[in-house]
């Protein structure tokens, strides 16, 4: 896809109101205990979960609470909190060489009240786990191969200490392996600690998703559960173990076909994607999407912000155009798995300005040899 971001990273524009997204925690049924006009500081309890009793939902800013979205049914879309001043709240900090004697019930209550604990996900159902539960094995995710992603290495070279940290802490929540997953010749910080499992994976996407990992090294079952993080999350729980406080920033791409300058931008979890691509989007039908064009969130009406999960933002053209029998063309612009368009053979190499279009209804897939290439499991 056109428009890689550079691997600079710079600081974002200033973000007016960020969000906590329903769905992105599966299963969820909130409690609320604040209200629209309620001011809250960071790190202060917004709600908690009913069907998980003991999962608590934290705000990622300082601010006043401005919206409350449901949908159908009453179903909880958004809580948006418009960005004021700097107050938060602190919890508890030990110093770097009492990291590795740390309690599950210590570093599980640290987690709980910060609202870090809902960086973690359960594999199968990919939900935040309960309290007190132990999960086989954990996967942090230190690989990202999907289009336009963020190259993890950069990102951590500027925090090696708190990944380091953060690993240290994530290994009293299981008496199993703790894998770092990462890609072949990337120097990552806590390679050396022990405990770790290092594993390195390599080829196209999804080489870089924990599906992909969990199925090689450590497969789940109806019984066997195992827990997965994003290498910046773990950045964030170091931090948090070692100053008391709750961190929110995130690092993510902004790319895609029709964004003017794509980058590497420095922000906070949960940011108003009008916010984060003012002034960088070409004049047009676009579509801003929160993650990758292969599985993100179209940010639209209450779910306009960047995603709990996402570590990218991406900027495709909506696909309203159609070419009259364009299957026919030599197609110099367009893309294609196999070779039966003349880019294939005249640009290799070459990026597409991609849009939305499906080029097309839906059709049957017929198999000549070319679904091994796009699906690497068993």
Not at 123 to 149: K, M, Q
Not at 268 to 287: F, I, K, Y
């Amino acid at each position: 896809i056109a428009g890689e971001p550079s691997a600079l990273i710079e600081n974002g524009p200033e973000i007016r109101s960020v969000a906590l997204i329903g769905p992105d925690y599966v299963g969820m049924k909130p409690t609320l205990v604040v209200d629209v006009g309620d001011t809250v500081k960071k790190g202060q309890l917004l709600f908690s979960d009913k069907k998980t009793e003991g999962v608590l939902y934290t705000a990622p800013v300082a601010g006043k609470v401005t919206e409350i979205n449901r949908g159908a049914k009453r179903a909880f879309q958004s809580l948006v909190i418009e960005v004021q001043g700097d107050d938060e709240e602190t919890f508890t900090s030990y110093g770097e060489g009492d990291l590795s004697g740390l309690t599950r019930e210590q570093v599980q209550e640290n987690l709980l009240k910060s609202g870090l604990w809902t960086s973690l996900r359960t594999r199968p159902y990919s939900r935040v786990p309960a309290p007190g539960s132990e999960p086989h094995s954990i996967f942090v995710t230190a690989i990202d191969t999907n289009p336009l992603a963020p190259p993890p290495e950069v990102i951590l070279s500027e925090s090696p200490r708190a990944f380091t940290q953060g690993l240290q802490v994530l290994h009293t929540l299981t008496s199993g392996k703790l894998f770092l997953c990462k890609a072949p010749g990337t120097n990552l910080p806590g390679c050396d600690l022990e405990n770790i499992s290092v594993e390195e994976f390599s080829g196209p996407h999804p080489a870089g998703l924990p599906g992909t990992h969990i199925h090689f090294l450590d497969p789940v079952s109806e019984k066997k559960t195992v827990w997965t993080i994003n290498y910046q999350d773990v950045i964030a729980i170091g931090k948090l173990f070692s100053t008391g406080k709750l961190c929110s920033e995130r690092v993510i791409s902004i790319a895609g076909p029709v964004v003017k300058n794509p980058k590497l931008v420095r922000t906070v979890m949960g940011a108003s994607l009008q916010d984060l691509t003012a002034g960088n989007l070409e004049e047009g039908d676009n579509r801003v999407i929160s993650g990758s064009a292969l599985s993100g969130r179209a940010a639209q009406g209450p779910f306009a912000y960047l995603g709990r999960y996402a570590l990218q933002v991406t900027v495709l053209k909506e696909g309203h155009h159609r070419d009259f029998l364009g299957w026919m063309g030599p197609g110099f612009e367009k893309f294609s798995i196999v070779p039966v368009f003349a880019s294939s053979w005249l640009g290799a190499g070459k990026k597409f300005p991609f849009t939305t279009s499906t080029e097309g209804s839906k059709r049957a897939m017929i198999p000549i040899g070319t679904y091994e290439k796009v699906m690497p499991l068993d």
